[in-house]
């Protein structure tokens, strides 16, 4: 049983570590999103934060599930981070309740990565309904809208912080 559950946009602002081709792809895909999108962030989460019983009877963790759609897990999906550290800021997002992301998740759910989208942003290429990208997909939930295509991760930490 969870104690407190909180809600927040989490974004993005650090650098993947590693030298492998993975890690080297993955910070390429961070460098050249910040690139054109012109921001800090390269990629955004919607966060469930809850408190958790963690082993002992006192004993509790906070886990931080994330959902979003993924450039590196390959569209929409549900994953645990820990975005409570100096790689992410997170604003609260006091109105949105846990239902609607898990509601608007199990809409989406396995939906593929949207690249043309994402690159459309900046391009002005057309965007395909049936797949997203990460600002494209916390958007939409947020504000329970299809307009998020037109929206990187920078724009829309901006959107949500002028919203409150």
């Not at 927040?8 to 030298?19: D, S």
């Not at 081709?21 to 966060?47: M, N, Q």
């Not at 006091?94 to 809409?107: A, C, L, P, V």
């Not at 593929?112 to 990208?133: E, P, T």
Request: contains cysteine; charged residues 25%.
């Amino acid at each position: 049983m969870a104690l407190e559950t909180q809600i927040y946009l989490a974004l993005y602002k650090g650098r993947k570590t590693g030298r492998n081709p993975t890690a080297l792809l993955a910070r390429f895909s961070d460098w050249l999103t910040r690139k054109l999108t012109k921001g800090i962030y390269s990629h955004c989460e919607l966060v469930i934060a809850k408190e958790e019983p963690d082993g002992g009877h006192y004993h509790y963790r906070k886990h931080y599930y994330c959902y979003s759609s993924s450039i590196r897990d390959g569209g929409v999906r549900v994953k645990e981070i820990d975005v409570n550290n100096d790689k992410w800021d997170l604003i609260p997002l006091n109105t949105m309740t846990e239902q609607q992301i898990i509601s608007y998740f199990n809409r989406t759910q396995g939906a593929k990565y949207d690249w043309w989208g994402a690159l459309g942003i900046v391009l002005g290429i057309k965007q395909k309904r049936s797949k997203f990208f990460c600002s494209e997909w916390c958007f939409n939930c947020i504000f329970n809208s299809d307009k998020g295509w037109r929206f990187s991760p920078n724009d829309l930490a901006e959107i949500v912080r002028r919203s409150k």
